[in-house]
C-alpha cells in the first residue's frame, strides 16, 4: 500500500492511504488521543517506548489508523460476570 498524504486530508484529520479499491482513515496525535481518552502526551509516551499503539510516521506528522484504536479500546473491555444468573 502505498501512503497518499496531502496538506488538504492532513487539516481535516483525513489522510488516506490507497489500498486497490479501499481507503483508510487515520488520526492526527490530538485526534487518537481525544478518540481513545487519553492525553497526547500519553500517545507520546507509548510511541516513544513503542508500547501499545502501532503509528505512521512521514516526516514530522505522526498519524494512528482507526482500526488499531478501536483494537486498543476492545483490548480493555471487561465482560463481567451475569448478576443473578444461574444454569
Do not use: Q
Request: aromatic share 14%; glycine share 4%; proline share 2%.
Amino acid at each position: 500500500a502505498r501512503f497518499r498524504f496531502t496538506t488538504a486530508n492532513y487539516l481535516y484529520g483525513a489522510a488516506v492511504m490507497s489500498n486497490n479499491a479501499r481507503s483508510t482513515k487515520f488520526l492526527t496525535r490530538r485526534e487518537a488521543a481525544s478518540y481513545i481518552y487519553r492525553h497526547v502526551s500519553t500517545l507520546d509516551k507509548w510511541r516513544a517506548d513503542k508500547i501499545r499503539l502501532p503509528f505512521y510516521k512521514d516526516g514530522k506528522n505522526v498519524l494512528y489508523l482507526i482500526d488499531d484504536l478501536d483494537i486498543h479500546l476492545n483490548s480493555k473491555r471487561i465482560e463481567p460476570i451475569a448478576y443473578g444468573v444461574t444454569s
